[in-house]
C-alpha cells in the first residue's frame, strides 16, 4: 500500500509541476478542486516539489523555478526570436494610438516593431527609455529632412530617458526612474520578459523592474504587448501584478485555456489577426 501511495504521490506531484509551469503560477485552492484532494495534501506536495527545486512556493500558491530566468538576452538575440508574431501585434497595437496623445514605449523588441508602425500617427509625443525604439524616429526625422520635409509639424517629439544601457539596449536606474516620475502617459506599451497569473509581469533584471514599475504609475492605461511564448514565464523580479494592466495584445498562438485565463484578469485581451477592431479596442 506504501508504494501505491507513493507512486500516487508523484503522479499527483508531476501534474502539479505541469499546471505550475504551463500556466506560469498556481493557487492552493485551485489545485484542491483539480485533484480533489485536501489542502493539506496540497501543501505537502508543494514543500516537496519545492524541495526538489523545481518549484518556488508564494503566498496562496506556487510557481515555476525553473523559469524564473535571471538571464538577458541582448537586442539582436531576441529580434530573430517569433518575428511574425511580434509584426502581428505591432499592426494590432497601432491602431490603440491617437494622433496628438502622449505615449510610452518601453525597452524591447515588439515595442520596437510597434514603433515602426507608428511613424505615420500625427504629433506624437513618445516617451522611452529604448535606444533602438528612439533611433526608429530619430531615422525617420532625418530621412525627411533629406526629402525637404524638415518642418513637419506632425513629426513626433521623441523624448529618450537617460541611465544605464542594459544588454537588450533599455536605459534603466536612478537617472531614467527620475524622468519617468515627473511625467504622464495617456498610454503606455510595454513589453515584458515573463507574464503570468502569479507573477504578474516580470524581468531577469532588477534595474530595469523599477523603471518599469515607473512607467506603470506614469500611465493611465497600461498596455502589454507581448507574444505568446512570454505566457507562464517568470523573470527574477516582478513589477506590476495583472490587476495593473488594461490591455494585452498577443498573436494566435496563445492556446485557448491561456486566452480565458487572461480574460478573467484583464479588462480587454486582443488576439492579432483575429480580434482587431472588435468592439473596446478603440477606446484604449
Not at 29 to 50: F, G, P
Not at 144 to 150: L, Q
Request: aromatic content about 2%; glycine content about 8%; charged content about 25%.
Amino acid at each position: 500500500m506504501s508504494d501505491n501511495q507513493n507512486l500516487l504521490a508523484e503522479q499527483r506531484r508531476a501534474l502539479i509541476l505541469d499546471e505550475v509551469r504551463r500556466r506560469g503560477g498556481v493557487r492552493v485552492n485551485e489545485l484542491t478542486r483539480k485533484l480533489n484532494v485536501s489542502d493539506m495534501t496540497v501543501r505537502r506536495d508543494l514543500d516537496a516539489l519545492a524541495r526538489q527545486g523545481v518549484i518556488e512556493k508564494v503566498h496562496g500558491g506556487a510557481v515555476p523555478v525553473a523559469e524564473a530566468s535571471t538571464h538577458e538576452p541582448g537586442f539582436e538575440a531576441k529580434s530573430s526570436l517569433e518575428l511574425t508574431a511580434k509584426e502581428d501585434i505591432a499592426r494590432a497595437a497601432a491602431p490603440l494610438v491617437a494622433p496628438g496623445s502622449a505615449i510610452a514605449l518601453s525597452g524591447g523588441t515588439t515595442t520596437f516593431a510597434l514603433a515602426h508602425r507608428l511613424l505615420d500617427v500625427p504629433d506624437l509625443t513618445v516617451v522611452t527609455n529604448s535606444v533602438r525604439v528612439a533611433e526608429v524616429f530619430h531615422t525617420a526625422q532625418r530621412a525627411a529632412a533629406r526629402g525637404g520635409k524638415a518642418h513637419r509639424s506632425e513629426a513626433a517629439t521623441v523624448v529618450l530617458t537617460g541611465g544605464v544601457r542594459t544588454p537588450s539596449d533599455s536605459l534603466v536606474g536612478p537617472v531614467a526612474d527620475q524622468a519617468i516620475h515627473s511625467l504622464h502617459f495617456d498610454v503606455l506599451f510595454l513589453g515584458v520578459h515573463g507574464i503570468s497569473v502569479e507573477a504578474g509581469l516580470s524581468t531577469p533584471n532588477l534595474a530595469e523592474a523599477e523603471t518599469n514599475r515607473r512607467f506603470v504609475q506614469s500611465a493611465r492605461r497600461v498596455v502589454v504587448v507581448a507574444d505568446h511564448t512570454k505566457w507562464g514565464t517568470v523573470g527574477l523580479s516582478s513589477f506590476a501584478s495583472l490587476d495593473e494592466v488594461d490591455a494585452l495584445v498577443t498573436d494566435a498562438g496563445l492556446p485557448a485555456a491561456a486566452r480565458a485565463e487572461i480574460s478573467e484578469h484583464l479588462p480587454q485581451l486582443v488576439v492579432a489577426g483575429e480580434t482587431e477592431g472588435t468592439e473596446g479596442t478603440e477606446d484604449i
